[in-house]
C-alpha cells in the first residue's frame, strides 16, 4: 500500500512539474497582433501584409481556436501580397471573455465592433474555417456592404443542422467540449503542452495554438460557444440566403464519400448558388491539416479566384 500510494504522490509530482513548465513554456513569447477595444473589452486583432486596392482577407477561425489557427495561411497571403486580418474571439486565445451567450447574435455583434474599431476599410474576403461558416453566414447578411466574397473552409452551413446524423454529431461534440472544459479547468491539458498543434502552423503560430490548448477559459469559451451551435445555426438560417452576385470559394478536406454526401452537398451549396461559384476538395488533408503550411497554397489559390472574380464584377 505504501508503495502504492508513493507511485501515485511521484505521478501527481511528475504531472504538476509537467503543468509548471508547460504555463511557464506557454508565456514565454509575445503573441502577434494587438489588443483592440471593442468597449470595455479587447479582442487580439493579428493583421498582416501590405495594404492596397485589394479588400482585405477577413478571417474566422472554427471552435476552440482562434488567430493561431490561421498562421499558415495569413504567411502565404502575404507572400501574395495580399492583407489579412484574424482575431480571437472573446475568451479565446488572447482575448478577453465575453457575456453569454456566446451564440452567434453576440460573436457576430462582436466582430462589427472589433472592424469598426479596427480602422480595417471594407468590403472584405469573409473567410471562415468550420463552425464559423455560420457566423461568416450571418455577417454577410447583417452587413452586405461589407462583403467582397466569401471563402467557406470545411464549414458548417446552417442548413446543415436538418441533414440525418447532425443531432448526434452536435451532441457528441457538446460532450466533447464540455469533458474539454473540464480538463482545461483543472489543468489536466497543461502537461500536453508540446501537442498542442496538428494543424502544421509556423513557429509563431504553434506557440499561440499551444497556448490556448493548455487554458481552461479557452476550454470554458469554447463549450459555451459549441453549446450555442443550434442557435447560431438559426439565426444564420433566419438571416436568409447570400446574395447569389457575391462569389463564393468552397474549400472542402478528405477523401468524398457516400456517408458524407449530404454533409458536403449542404457546405457546397453557397458556391454551387454563387454566379462566380468555385469547389475545391483537398484530398490529402483532413478538417484540420488543411490550415497548415503543406496546403496553405490551395486555400489562397481559393480566395485569388474570389478576388478576381470580384475584380471582374467591378470592371463589368
Known sequence: MRILLALVLMLVATWGAAAAAAEAASQLNKPRGTAVDIGGRRLRLVCEGPRTQAPTIWLESGAFSGAADFAATQQALTERGLRSCAYDRAGMGYSDPGPKPRDGEAIVGDLE??????GEPGPFVLTGHSMAGLYMRLFASRNPQQVAGLVF??????EMIEAPGAQAFIDRFTTMARLGAVAGTLGLTKPFYLFG???GLPPAGKVEKRHGFISGRQSRAALAEVQSWRAAARQAAAAGPLNPQWPVAVVT???RSPDRAAWDTARQAPATASRAGFIDNIDAADHRTMLGLT???R???AIERVLAARQQKDGA
Do not use: E, F, N, W
Open 197 to 199: 498543434d496538428r494543424i
Open 295 to 297: 496546403h496553405a497554397g
Open 113 to 118: 465592433k472589433l472592424i469598426a474599431a479596427s
Open 153 to 158: 473552409l470545411d464549414a458548417a452551413m446552417p
Open 299 to 301: 486555400i489562397v489559390a
Open 253 to 255: 478536406a478528405g477523401p
